[in-house]
């Protein structure tokens, strides 16, 4: 925003204030900020998706552990037999 002169001359020497350019940059700076808020937060999204994958495959392989150790026991016992 410009100041005006209290001197005399004309008013139209001096810069105008321009609205729709304020109006503008500030509808900028909002969606940098909006831009900037939503990769954060897609950010820790992606990082707890990505802890939960962790916990589901350690899950999946205590499973898979668990059953081998139950097949290995029977063909143990079964072998003693």
Known sequence: MSLRKPAGGSR?????????????????????????????????IDAALERLERRLWLGVYGVA????AQGAEAVLRAAMK
Do not use: C, M, P
Not at 13 to 38: G, P
Not at 65 to 68: M, R
């Open 65 to 68: 552990g668990f059953l081998l």
């Open 12 to 44: 139209y020497l001096y810069d105008s204030f321009d609205a729709a350019a304020a109006r503008i940059e500030a509808n900028e700076r909002v969606a940098e900020e909006r831009w900037t808020a939503l990769d954060f937060r897609l950010g820790q």
